[in-house]
């Protein structure tokens, strides 16, 4: 039980287009969801909680405008990357936190690595 | 702000040694979660510590927490090759995790 898939698992992408990284909850509902993002041989950095139904919270120092962040559903949290650049190319892992159960702890998907070329 | 940082950052270790790596934090939290990592994949989660005193074996693996000293431990006893890895510990505050630094170690046959 608590399986977190995201998709793409890889993209590659050229220099302003934006892209759209999907993260799922595939057996529990999650109310939370939690995007990350880790740069090569560097630990995982929080970028934004997403809550159902409402606005992301983003942490300090990470642009809302440019990584957009929709929640719509209790499996389904997505990340856009806007108009991106080559400075965006990282690895991008979500979490889950199921909505009951399974105390506080968080369900980490496979990741997306995102080159922009 | 919250500080979670591990040591050492690198490990070389031969096969059949024991060693531990430190997770020292600057906020008083009583959840803490040890995870690996292995070269382009995601997080394993190894172990949960939700409470003071909080000690959890898995194999080769035991973990510890001290939230009077705002340390935990993971112990590695007799490592094997398959042990090489970049480990993390999370501490949680307000439902929201802090990575370490990480520790990536490297088991030498």
């Known amino acids: 039980g608590a399986v977190v898939s995201q998709h793409p698992s890889r993209v590659i992408c050229k220099s302003g287009t934006s892209v759209k990284i999907e993260c799922r909850s595939l057996?529990?509902?999650?109310?939370?969801m939690f995007w990350y993002r880790q740069f090569p041989k560097k630990s995982l950095m929080l970028m934004a909680t997403s809550n159902e139904g409402s606005k992301a919270t983003y942490e300090q120092g990470v642009e809302k405008d440019k990584f957009l962040i929709n929640h719509a559903s209790l499996t389904l949290s997505t990340l856009t990357v806007t108009s991106a650049h080559p400075e965006d190319s990282s690895f991008y892992i979500c979490?889950?936190?199921?909505?009951?159960?399974?105390?506080?702890?968080?369900?980490f998907g496979p990741g997306t690595r995102l080159t922009v070329l | 702000e919250l500080k979670v940082e591990q040591n050492p950052l690198f490990l070389s270790m031969q096969e059949g040694k024991n060693y531990t790596i430190y997770c020292n934090y600057s906020t008083t939290s009583d959840r803490l979660y040890w995870y690996r990592q292995d070269p382009g994949k995601s997080l394993e989660s190894l172990f949960v510590?939700?409470?003071?005193?909080a000690v959890k074996q898995e194999g080769r693996l035991m973990a510890s927490l001290d939230t009077k000293a705002r340390l935990s431990t993971l112990h590695i006893t007799a490592a094997v090759h398959d042990l090489s890895a970049t480990y993390f510990c999370?501490?949680?505050?307000?439902?929201?995790?802090?990575f370490g630094t990480g520790t990536r170690l490297t088991i030498i046959p």
């Open positions: 979490s889950a936190r199921p909505w009951e159960g399974l105390g506080n702890e968080q369900f």
């Open positions: 057996d529990f509902q999650a109310t939370t």
């Open positions: 510590l939700l409470s003071n005193g």
């Open positions: 999370a501490v949680d505050l307000n439902e929201k995790l802090t």
